[in-house]
Nanobody
């Protein structure tokens, strides 16, 4: 069964860091494009970052460039999102998903399988 499970969220102060994990089962992340998305209360879900299968090319939306880093550990079949210098506006439920492709500001999700992980940035 194909599954993606997000974890690593929590409550952090502004300026703090968190690392989110997206663990896959039933397929190999190494050969698929994976994206991180987030949905804040009352807002639509938006893309944050993506990493392509194979080469592992990455893209980020402007609002997180220089603060977030996406990476992949093929041995653990897990994609990570390292989030530094967090801001209150980063507060959202974060999801990972397989994507059709990974281009600048364009990484449409195939579907969402996980429950997401809550990230709250507040003092």
């Amino acid at each position: 069964q194909v599954q993606l499970v997000e974890s690593g969220g929590g409550l952090v102060q502004p300026g703090g860091s968190l690392r989110l994990s997206c663990a896959a089962s039933g397929f190999s992340l190494a050969h698929h494009t994976i994206g991180w998305f987030r949905q804040a209360p009352g807002k639509e879900r938006e893309g944050v970052s993506c990493i392509s299968g194979g080469k592992g090319s990455t893209n980020y939306v402007d609002s997180v460039k220089g603060r977030f880093t996406i990476s992949r550990d093929n041995a653990k079949n897990t994609v990570y999102l390292q989030m530094n210098s967090l801001k209150p506006e980063d507060t959202a439920v974060y999801y990972c998903a397989t994507c059709y492709y990974c281009l600048v500001n364009k990484f449409p999700p195939v579907n969402f399988r996980g429950q997401g992980t809550q990230v709250t940035v507040s003092s």
